[in-house]
């Protein structure tokens, strides 16, 4: 069966989040590590998203790297593109969210896109084309002061204006309201008139459906995760997608572990919770920093426990002693010591016969993940509220649990054990 939507999201956390929404709204849904190479199988996928870190990357490497990723997925027959980027715009006045979809436009042939970061579930709203987060401008929200990418104008039609050179319209709300009739025939005019990015007002999910409905023959559709809420239904309705797929668990037997080395509030609530009833192994960057072999010492703790017992290995700590381990090391060292030996551990672990792993921590996931050599991950049911189960596809079948630090209740790592058969 070929791919219903292909979709390019330019960083991991974000294509995670935009897979989990397809998915909720019954696409069978692949992630892809990095532009797809040859020999990728994304099976049964009605839906393929290809997470690339291409947000602050120069915008002619961000061009090359999605525009390889579109031919990758329009081969594998998909019908509709989307480009996915953050729900608060994040980007410079050099991009990359003016090129690449201008790059992605041209290589499709299309006359016209919308660009729609709304995600009123996260208290991201546009209305007149300014964009809110919560009861704020964008220009005046903590984004302003973002060290990649501060945004100081919440005028959407302004900031895409400047990374363009192509003419900027909007779909104000009081078309919006009025259904997906009226948004098509408002951007029918904005087409006629040269336009060929639509900025469109969004201030709750049911806006965000009838633009998905309206933008159903769109070659291409720009925006965050919330306006491809709509979208999945256009294929439904013509046939195309089976009634509501209910998303499947990760089909993989064998130990579980938990690594986390996030060191967020969550992250550390939740190990406390979990060390009453699982080991705990701390791994510390100052031993790290000498020369110790922590991570064999870990792995060959792990190996001691009984078989129904996760091991839960950690680097997670508070904030005076994460400063302090920065002070003597070096924040960045402190950094890639733990993630390098995280990433040696979930290998490790592997080869005692671990199969499950529930893991916290961005880039604490990215490390691990590219460790175990992961390509493509099948998205799976919501533990909790953005962070699915997946299954990595490979030898040998992994059940990945990847939590973004803050992300998750306190019982977050037995529950999340507890779904899998
Ligand atoms: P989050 O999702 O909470 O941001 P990440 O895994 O993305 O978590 O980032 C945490 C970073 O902190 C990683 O680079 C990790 O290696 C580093 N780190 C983890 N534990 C410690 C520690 N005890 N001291 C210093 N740095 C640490």
Not at 139 to 152: F, I, N, Q, V, Y
Not at 267 to 296: C, F, M, S
């Amino acid at each position: 069966m070929p791919i219903l939507l292909g979709a390019i999201a330019d960083d991991f956390t974000g294509a995670t989040d935009l897979a989990n929404t397809l998915v909720k709204e019954g696409m069978r849904t692949v992630q892809i590590i990095g532009v797809p190479g040859a020999g990728i199988d994304v099976g049964d996928a009605d839906a393929v998203v290809v997470a690339l870190k291409s947000r602050t990357i120069p915008a002619d490497e961000a061009v090359r790297q999605s525009l390889e990723a579109l031919e990758w997925l329009r081969a594998g027959g998909a019908r509709q593109i989307f480009f996915k980027y953050c729900s608060t715009f994040d980007s410079t006045d050099t991009g990359n969210i003016g090129p690449v979809a201008d790059a992605l436009l041209d290589a499709l042939g299309g006359k016209m896109t919308i660009a729609c970061p709304a995600f009123p579930t996260n208290g991201r709203t546009v209305y007149r084309g300014y964009l809110f987060v919560g009861d704020e401008l964008l220009s005046e929200s903590p984004m302003k002061d973002h060290p990649l990418t501060p945004m100081r104008d919440a005028n959407l039609v302004r900031v895409l204006g400047r990374q363009t050179p192509n003419a900027v319209g909007l779909v104000s709300h009081e078309h919006v309201s009025k259904g997906a009739t009226e948004i098509g025939e408002a951007l029918q005019d904005l087409k006629a008139s040269g336009v060929r990015h639509a900025i469109v007002d969004a201030i709750d999910d049911g806006d965000l459906r009838v633009i998905g409905e309206a933008v159903k023959g769109f070659e291409l559709v720009t925006g965050g995760s919330g306006i491809a809420l709509g979208l999945p239904e256009n294929y439904r309705r013509d046939g195309l997608l089976e009634s509501a797929t209910a998303a499947s668990l990760p089909d993989a037997d064998g130990r579980a572990a938990v690594l986390a080395g996030s060191c967020s509030v969550a992250t550390r609530n939740q190990l406390a919770h979990v060390a009453e009833k699982w080991p705990a192994y701390a791994i510390e960057p100052g031993r790290l920093a000498n020369g110790e072999r922590i991570a064999d010492e870990a792995l060959s703790w792990a190996s001691r426990l009984e078989a129904g017992t996760p091991p839960v290995i950690y680097s997670s700590a508070a904030p005076e002693d994460v400063a302090r381990a920065q002070q003597a090391i070096g924040r960045d060292r402190a950094g890639a010591l733990v993630e390098e030996a995280m990433a040696k551990i979930a290998v490790g672990l592997v080869a005692q016969g671990v199969r499950r792993f529930v893991v916290a921590g961005g880039e604490t996931s990215g490390a691990v993940v590219s460790a175990l050599g992961v390509r493509a991950l099948r998205i799976g049911p919501e533990i909790d509220p953005g962070v699915p189960w997946t299954e990595a596809t490979g030898e040998p079948t992994l059940a990945l649990a990847l939590k973004s630090g803050n992300f998750g209740d306190e019982d977050f790592f037995t529950r999340a054990l507890e779904m899998l058969p």
